[in-house]
């Protein structure tokens, strides 16, 4: 069995910031694509604009399942079984794979209907299947990409994430642009681009996989076993993705009901967020690594104190990009935009939209450690019943019937994050309760069966 580590913010933040990396590097790729197609038309820019939202649906499936086999992996590393962590990998992969295809499939047949369904301009649904088409391809490549780089973690091997969004971008760029405005291929051509960095990056993965991921051997764990559990501690998260990407297309549209402005102002603001949330997300993904190992070890106290020592980490990960966004947000959003009303609503909804994320340091460590016990169902609980008793509702009655606009979303936003945190919060006590020291973990217990 693998001996602990005493649990620090700096151990966490070895762990946190190649997650970090990646996640903001991830965030440039679609800014690269955005800016390239920008320069070549309107009508490119739109098409991509359209198209990329339903490729990342396409991808909730494999990631849903990358985190099931991250915290297998992470709980059998903890308790020093390579047999089973390779066990795991290998199942997690296949299925991996076979999922990729088969959604990669339906995302290439149903391509041109879902963007006439989306209410697709026709001059845009041409392109926008195009790329679509393309990216199919991708799917497959992805789930590889994703399940690899779950199993690493699991193992606290997680600079392979940073490299791997590294060389996607040093692949996606310089190809985009040969692509796009010398071969003249456009939204086909960007598509062309991401499909080969995202191949490379699957390729470079499972390459390293072969030097720090054990081998198969004997286990006892049997395929369909493993797959099981890999199931119910998946379709949760894969539920709670969809409905978030659902209620973001929702309160896209109440912003689009106020105003062309405000919705513009929405769009600056929510992609200011994004990537303070990168921050807060990168930590708590740590801390769901850490704590899985120590569960793994049937160490209750260890995994609680990683807990600790997470929420302090994740403090600090939403404090300093606030205090930045806060005394660099106006000027930022001018570079986005020249229109001053854009300008004005963006700047008055920005405070509000920082302080959104207060909550959610408590309710993500609370849900990182659930996580990490295999309660995925209860995170998804939270999230949906918090979603639609607060955020939806109160997003409509204050932003749009109420009038407040912009800070009427955030506003709702705010309530969200509480009552998450609060049902997450009680999950967590009654789950953790007399974490006194190393006992039997029936969290660890619960997440195989």
Same mark, same amino acid.
């Given at each position: 069995m693998n001996e602990p580590v005493r649990p620090t913010v700096r151990r966490a933040w070895a762990l946190t910031y190649p997650l970090l990396i990646a996640g903001l590097t991830q965030i440039v790729v679609n800014v690269v694509d955005t800016a390239l197609l920008a320069r070549l038309s309107t009508s490119a820019l739109g098409a991509f604009a359209l198209a990329a939202p339903v490729?990342? /649906? %396409?991808? +909730?499936?494999?990631?849903?399942? %990358?985190?099931?086999?991250?915290?297998?992996v992470a709980q059998r590393h903890g308790a020093g079984r390579p047999g089973e962590v390779a066990g795991t990998v290998r199942v997690g992969l296949t299925v991996a794979v076979g999922?990729?295809?088969?959604?990669?499939?339906?995302?290439?047949?149903? !391509?041109?209907?879902?963007?006439?369904?989306?209410?697709?301009?026709d001059e845009l649904i041409g392109p926008g299947a195009?790329?679509?088409?393309?990216? %199919?391809?991708?799917?497959?490549?992805?789930? /590889?990409?994703?399940?690899?780089?779950? !199993?690493? !973690?699991?193992i606290g091997a997680t600079r392979v994430s940073m490299y791997i969004a590294l060389l996607v971008n040093v692949v996606n760029l310089p190809l985009g642009l040969l692509l796009i405005f010398r071969a003249g291929l456009g939204v086909t051509g960007a598509a062309l681009a991401t499909l080969v960095a995202t191949a490379a990056g699957a390729g470079y993965v499972a390459v390293y996989c072969r030097t720090c991921l054990p081998r198969y051997g004997k286990t006892a764990d049997k395929p369909v076993g493993v797959t099981g559990r890999l199931w119910r501690i998946g379709w949760p998260e894969m539920s709670t993705s969809g409905i978030g990407y659902l209620n973001e297309a929702l309160l896209a549209g109440f912003a689009a009901r106020m105003s062309t402005q405000d919705l513009a102002a929405y769009r600056i603001v929510d992609n200011l967020i994004l990537v303070t949330f990168t921050f807060l997300s990168s930590a708590a993904a740590a801390v769901m690594i850490l704590a899985g190992q120590e569960l793994g070890r049937d160490n209750v106290k260890g995994a609680t104190a990683w807990h600790r020592t997470g929420l302090r980490l994740m403090l600090i990960m939403v404090a300093v990009p606030s205090a930045v966004a806060l005394a660099l947000g106006r000027p930022l959003i001018s570079l986005v935009t020249d229109d001053p009303q854009v300008i004005d609503r963006a700047w008055a909804a920005t405070p509000l939209a920082l302080l959104s994320l207060a909550p959610f340091v408590v309710a993500m460590s609370h849900a990182a450690m659930l996580r990490a016990a295999g309660d995925t169902r209860a995170v998804m609980f939270a999230s949906v019943t918090s979603d639609y008793l607060?955020? +939806?509702?109160?997003?409509?009655?204050?932003g749009v019937h109420a009038g407040l606009g912009l800070p009427g979303i955030y506003l709702a936003w705010i309530a969200f994050g509480l009552l998450y945190a609060a049902l997450l919060q009680l999950r967590y006590r009654r789950r953790f309760a007399g974490a006194v020291g190393p006992s039997p973990a029936p969290a660890a217990a619960s997440a195989d069966g």
């Open positions: 490729y990342l /649906v %396409a991808l +909730i499936v494999v990631r849903g399942w %990358a985190t099931a086999v991250q915290v297998q999922a990729g295809t088969v959604v990669g499939a339906l995302l290439y047949v149903t !391509a041109g209907p879902v963007l006439s369904l989306l209410g697709a301009p195009a790329y679509l088409r393309v990216m %199919a391809f991708a799917v497959p490549f992805a789930a /590889v990409s994703f399940t690899l780089q779950g !199993a690493c !973690a699991g607060l955020l +939806i509702p109160l997003g409509w009655l204050l």
